[in-house]
């Protein structure tokens, strides 16, 4: 089972960058997809963006632009590119992996946007 190891949260101003990295402790042979959700306190955890093993990724309306899923040689690495980032992008950010027989999640990231 894999586990994931999450980093690159900080704090920024409106409109610069961040980039968050997650790996996991295997090789990711058993990973059919990995991606990003977000949680704000007071609300539901949302779900930002994802990438397939075929490279097919998703992502949700307010980031399309902005933010860039990635994987880097191997399948149990991702990364979130994030540009002309928002104050409401405000956020603790959670990396998952989802295998054939469980779900797997990060312990998250703080990523905060400063006015």
């Known amino acids: 089972q894999v586990q994931l190891a999450e980093s690159g949260g900080g704090v920024v101003q409106a409109g610069g960058s961040l980039e968050l990295s997650c790996v996991g402790s295997?090789?990711?042979?058993?990973?059919?997809?990995m991606g990003w959700y977000r949680q704000v306190p007071g609300k539901q955890r949302e779900f930002v963006a994802s990438?397939?093993?075929?490279?097919?990724?998703n992502y949700r309306d307010s980031v399309k632009g902005r933010f860039t899923i990635s994987r880097r040689g191997a399948k149990n690495t991702v990364f979130l590119q994030m540009d002309s980032l928002k104050p409401e992008d405000t956020a603790v950010y959670y990396c998952?992996?989802?295998?054939?027989?469980?779900?797997?999640w990060g312990q998250g990231t703080q990523v905060t946007v400063s006015s």
């Open positions: 998952y992996a989802r295998e054939i027989t469980s779900n797997n």
């Open positions: 295997t090789s990711g042979r058993s990973i059919t997809a």
């Open positions: 990438i397939t093993t075929g490279g097919i990724t």
